[in-house]
């Protein structure tokens, strides 16, 4: 099983600050992705990267996956109320199979 | 270009019925999987099919639990004699099929069940 580990696994920070969630595994993947749920929802993705060492900002948020593609980081510049919900990162295999982390539940207080 | 549907929204049933839960993939997908989440919890893998082929299953309880992707219609989630602990909301997702590593999952609005 190829395991991928979240932190933190809560986060509950104040409108305006920055904050950085973690994807680590032991294994490499092809590609990452990273996704965000709300409540009642499915996940919604937000950013697919293959290349080791890739970087990949959309607005306020940069996707970093790592050079030897084992790991991956999304930093959140001034946090939002509206970027709460459980962040989810998962890596593609082969064989069209993924492996899902274990999740960062963050709050944004207003 | 319709996203993945999955029906019912909301499933109640009562201990010991049959659940049946229902996955479309988007157009061109070939790929179905579905996934279990508790609340609080991420995705747990449950199981991965091609039409008419389950590749892997071991997310699936052994007992209880089938699943299929028929060469027509939608890929079905069928959970046998249901007891309280397989409330849960059942997320599907699909993928196309690729030759290249950037394939990625797109997920439905998930099953919420709940046994009574």
């Known amino acids: 099983t190829q395991l991928l580990e979240q932190s933190p696994q809560f986060l509950s920070i104040q409108e305006g600050e920055n904050l950085t969630v973690y994807c680590n595994s032991s294994?490499?993947?092809?590609?990452l992705q990273w996704y965000r749920q709300e409540p009642g929802e499915g996940p919604v993705l937000l950013v697919t990267v293959v290349t080791g060492g890739e970087v990949k900002k959309l607005k306020r948020l940069t996707f970093q996956f790592g050079d030897a593609r084992k790991d991956s980081s999304l930093h959140i510049t001034a946090a939002q109320p509206g970027d709460t919900g459980l962040y989810l990162c998962a890596g593609g295999g082969t064989g069209n199979q993924f492996y899902f982390g274990t999740g960062t539940s963050l709050t944004v207080i207003p | 270009n319709a996203g993945v549907m999955q029906n019912p929204r909301h499933l109640v049933r009562r201990r010991g019925q049959e659940a049946r839960l229902r996955c479309s993939p988007m157009k061109g997908h070939s790929h179905v999987y579905w996934y279990r989440q508790l609340p609080e919890e991420g995705l747990k893998f449950m199981v991965y099919l091609q039409k008419e082929n389950i590749i892997d299953e071991s997310g699936m309880p052994k007992e209880r639990f089938s699943a299929e992707f028929p060469k027509e219609g939608p890929s079905i989630l069928r959970i046998q004699q249901v007891v309280r602990g397989d409330s849960a909301a059942y997320f599907c997702?699909?993928?196309?099929?690729?030759?290249?590593?950037?394939?990625?999952?797109?997920f439905g609005p998930g099953t919420r069940l709940t046994v009574l």
């Open positions: 294994s490499v993947f092809s590609s």
């Open positions: 997702a699909s993928s196309p099929l690729s030759t290249d590593y950037s394939n990625t999952q797109y």
